[in-house]
Every structure is written in C-alpha cells, then in structure tokens.
C-alpha cells in the first residue's frame, strides 16, 4: 500500500462513486412487482429480468477489470455511473418485455464498468485500514441500495414509473464533483499482457485460495440475490404495499452496510475466518424467520436477513486483495463482479422453482445453502 496514513479525501470520493451508480441500480428490485403488474410477468420472467440484471451488471466486470488493470484512465470510474444514471431511470417508457430487458441491460453495463477500476483503488489510498475503508467503500454501495428502493418507490407510486425520470437530477450535480475529485487511478504495470496473462500474473501461487474465496462469495450472492429478487414478490402477493415492499428491501440492504463496516473493523483486529464463521451459520435461521414472517415483522426479520447475509462482501473483496495484490481491479472483479453475477444469474431458476412450488417454499429450500459455505470456511486462508 502506497500511503501509511489514510487519504480520507480520496476515499470519500470513491464511495461516493459506489453510491452514485448503485443508487440508480438499486431502482430495479422494489419496481419488480410494477413490471409484473405492467407487462404481466411470470416468475420465471421476473427471474428473467433479475438474471439479465445481474449478468451485465456483474459477470462482464471481469473485462472491465482487465482494462483498468491495463489503462490510466478515468473513463471507467466516471462513464460507468454516468451510463447507469441516463438509463435505469427510463425503464417506465419501455413499450414492452423486451425494450424493458434491453434499459436494464445497458444500465447494468455502466454498474459493470466502475466496480473493478475503483474497488481497485481503495488499497491505494486506505494506509493501514484496509480492511475499514474496504467497508466504508462498500457503505456507499448499499447505503444507496437502502435509500434508493424507498426513493423510486415513494415517486412511482405518487407520480407513476414515467416520473422515475425525475431521478437523474439527484445524480448530475454528484457527478460534477466526481469529476474534480477523482484521481487518475495508477494501474497494474500489466499493459504487454493478454486477458489470460493478466489472470495468471495477477493470481499467481494464490489462485488456489482465490477461488475458494470466490466459491463462497458465489453462494453467498445466490442465497442473497434470491432473497432480494423474490421476497418482494412474496410480500406484494401477500397485500404488502409498493412502499412496504422499498422498505423492506432498503433495510435488508442498510443492514448490510452496517454490517459490513463491523465486519471490516473486526478483519483488522481478529482475522476474516472467525467473521465468515459467524455469518453464515445464522444466516440459515434467520433467512427462514424472514421467509415466515406477517405484518409489521417483515421489517425487523428483513433487516436481520441483510445484516448476518451481505456482512462478509467487503471481506471477501479485500481477502482477495491481500491474495493477489498484483491485479487489484480483476481480482476486485472476480469477487465483486462476477461472483454476485453467477449467483444472480440463477435466479431464473429459482424463479421456474417458484413458479412450480411457491416462493416460500422454495426460499426455505435455499436456506440449506449458508451451511454449505459454512463449511467452506474452514479452507479459507488465515490472514
């Protein structure tokens, strides 16, 4: 790390950038009903619209990753929210399923673009609190994650999805500053490799361990990504409101921002092992009293869903890290991007499942998976 003391400046500005592109992303999970309503959507549709989101929003950030590994520039960090900004917001003039997957698409692209270039940068600048400005970067994430469902939700349902449009103003004057504020990232000294050098230089000996790291990361986004794609269609069935349904998930998420900056400071102190241990083992219980849950205590179970499930994102991106140093950018693309892709990307499967056995149902058999990854655990590396 290039800095003993922690550029505080820097760091504000890069979870800023995590903020903006993640507020806009954060608009299409609680306005999955809307689009069920809308275009009358079966699960496996609505499963559909949530596995194209998480394909382009995730699995190409690997290439992205690549490129920033490779290039001092800036175009990734800013153009990516930018993109993301100009085009969630008009997922309410889409004419049809089609023309709505293909908006979805193109914003999830710009959440691609500025992951890896960024979360690449936070050991540049974090000093000897890695692991906390690891956290605080990801609070910007999903902190947005938690306001902007009951932002997007409290417009459409007073104004209609068209005025979801309205939005983009929020984000412009942030990117004016961004634009000041963001340093040249340095890169990674990889520009004469191709894309599978780059792997193999940026993983070295630890490709063993990367891979574990990035196995577990894997289940933990399914377990995760299910839950938020089709809790709200279960409570949405069950009479929940539109603005219910952006709390819950703004909870579920802002747990996880709070529980990530505990998790964070605890890696500094005692180790990630002890803090993936603990997470995924409650995440089990508490996943099926969230699934079970009536009345005002989907609020309460969904926060503690999000708390004990999203606690370990930060980890896993700086173990990674602290694995393979020399690619920061892919290796934040593999744990980040990718892994919360692959697991997103099953969930029109769950969505087929749901559609033959019922959602609860079948978000009680996924409850299984957080023991699994518990076990896991045990062939992570200590740090």
Request: charged residues 10%; contains cysteine.
């Amino acid at each position: 790390m290039s800095f003993q003391k922690t550029n505080v400046q820097v760091i504000v500005a890069l979870t800023l950038v995590h903020f903006t592109g993640d507020l806009y992303a954060s608009f299409i999970n609680p306005l999955l009903p809307v689009f069920a309503d809308t275009f009358s959507l079966s699960l496996a549709q609505i499963g559909l619209l949530a596995g194209v989101n998480r394909f382009f929003m995730f699995v190409v950030q690997p290439v992205a990753g690549y490129f920033a590994d490779h290039y001092r520039t800036r175009f990734f960090i800013l153009g990516g929210p930018l993109l993301t900004m100009l085009f969630v917001p008009l997922v309410g003039f889409a004419p049809s399923f089609f023309i709505l997957s293909l908006i979805i698409a193109v914003g999830s692209i710009g959440q691609s673009m500025f992951h890896p270039p960024v979360a690449g940068m936070i050991s540049t600048y974090s000093g000897r609190n890695f692991s906390f400005s690891m956290s605080i970067f990801n609070v910007g994430g999903t902190f947005a994650f938690a306001v902007g469902p009951i932002l997007i939700t409290s417009i459409v349902r007073a104004y209609g999805l068209k005025a979801g449009a309205f939005s983009i103003a929020i984000g412009l004057p942030l990117m004016v500053y961004l634009f000041k504020a963001v340093p040249l990232p340095k890169g990674e000294n990889l520009v004469s490799r191709g894309f599978t050098g780059s792997i193999r230089e940026a993983l070295g000996d630890a490709w063993k361990a990367v891979i574990m790291v990035w196995a577990i990361m894997v289940l933990r986004a399914f377990i995760s990504q299910a839950w938020i794609t089709f809790t709200p269609m279960l409570y949405a069935r069950e009479g929940a409101s539109l603005t219910s349904i952006g709390g819950v998930v703004s909870l579920f998420t802002l747990a996880g921002a709070l529980s990530g900056l505990v998790a964070g400071h605890l890696a500094d102190r005692i180790g990630y092992k002890p803090i993936f241990y603990v997470s995924h083992l409650f995440t089990a219980p508490i996943i099926l009293l969230s699934v079970f849950s009536k009345g005002m205590w989907i609020y309460p179970s969904a926060f503690a869903a999000g708390f004990v499930a999203l606690a370990t994102l930060p980890l896993g991106v700086s173990l990674g890290q602290e694995l393979a140093p020399k690619g920061k950018s892919m290796v934040s693309s593999l744990m980040m991007g990718l892994a919360l892709g692959v697991g997103g990307m099953m969930s029109p499967l769950v969505g087929k499942l749901a559609d033959l056995y019922t959602i609860r149902t079948v978000l009680c058999w996924l409850s299984i998976v957080p023991l699994v990854t518990t076990v896991l655990v045990i062939w992570l590396p200590k740090k």
